[in-house]
Nanobody
Framework: QVQLVESGGGLVQPGGSLRLSCAAS????????MGWYRQAPGKERELVAN???????NYADSVKGRFTISRDNAENTVYLHMNSLKPEDTAVYYC?????????????????WGKGTLVTVSS
């Protein structure tokens, strides 16, 4: 019914930049908050940043000033611009969307997750 597909991960040197994208598709009625989480090896998944449909943003302290989240509501897409990357940013980054979808002419609310994209920061 609904899919979230991330792209943009990869290997980057410390101090470098990457942009992650996540596109939501399917029988979507509306999307409330969209966000990015990450999970490093041996650690729990943590919030990186999220953004409401109105554009209000929230960031983890560890990424403030380096990462910027944005979204294109018309395209149901959220972006994460990552600058000044550090080795400790290495993780699988997951897209999340709190959305309402249509099924059998009824509206349903659900939290969806993408499959993740790996970001490796290393020299």
């Amino acid at each position: 019914q609904v899919q979230l597909v991330e792209s943009g991960g990869g290997l980057v040197q410390p101090g470098g930049s990457l942009r992650l994208s996540c596109a939501a598709s399917g029988s979507i009625f509306s999307i409330n908050a969209m966000g990015w989480y990450r999970q490093a090896p041996g650690k729990e998944r943590e919030l990186v940043a999220n953004i409401t449909s109105g554009g209000m943003t929230n960031y983890a302290d560890s990424v403030k000033g380096r990462f910027t989240i944005s979204r294109d509501n018309a395209e149901n897409t959220v972006y994460l611009h990552m600058n000044s990357l550090k080795p400790e940013d290495t993780a699988v980054y997951y897209c999340n969307a709190d959305l309402i979808y249509v099924d059998l002419d009824q509206l349903h609310g659900m939290d969806y997750w993408g499959k993740g994209t790996l970001v490796t920061v290393s020299s």
